[in-house]
């Protein structure tokens, strides 16, 4: 199983960026995928997640502190989660990373999750 993030980089306050996350060697439909970031001295912390694909019945669910700024979606003939990140903040920049569980309820603790990709780095200047 592989899950490959892409889509950081250094964005002024109050930009937008898009992550994706393409993942293989799962059967991705069947797989909540979920958004966490991490900032130095902090731990991982959940910021989004999808349950299959809201035409199948799924659910999306925030943080509180992304709710209305950030919005998860997911192409499962892409095999692909993204991540749309609007009205970015300097307290968004983060490592943020992808992950995915077998399950169909979405889960916000990190460990509750099966796989993982690489991080990427989302830097917000002030």
């Known amino acids: 199983v592989q899950l490959q993030a892409s889509g950081g980089g250094l964005v002024e306050a109050g930009g937008s960026l898009r992550l994706s996350c393409v993942a293989s060697?799962?059967?991705?439909?069947?797989?909540?995928m979920g958004w966490f970031r991490q900032a130095p001295g902090k731990e991982r912390e959940f910021v989004a997640g999808?349950?299959?694909?809201?035409?199948?019945?799924?659910?999306?669910y925030y943080a509180d502190s992304v709710k209305g700024r950030f919005t998860i979606s997911r192409d499962n003939r892409l095999n692909t989660a993204y991540l749309q990140m609007n009205s970015l903040t300097p307290e968004d920049t983060a490592a943020y990373y992808c992950?995915?569980?077998?399950?169909?309820?979405?889960?916000?603790?990190?460990?509750?999750?099966?796989?993982w990709g690489q991080g990427t780095l989302v830097t917000v200047s002030s």
């Open positions: 992950a995915a569980k077998a399950s169909t309820r979405i889960a916000t603790i990190w460990h509750d999750y099966d796989y």
């Open positions: 060697g799962l059967p991705f439909s069947t797989y909540v």
């Open positions: 999808t349950s299959r694909g809201v035409w199948s019945g799924g659910t999306t």
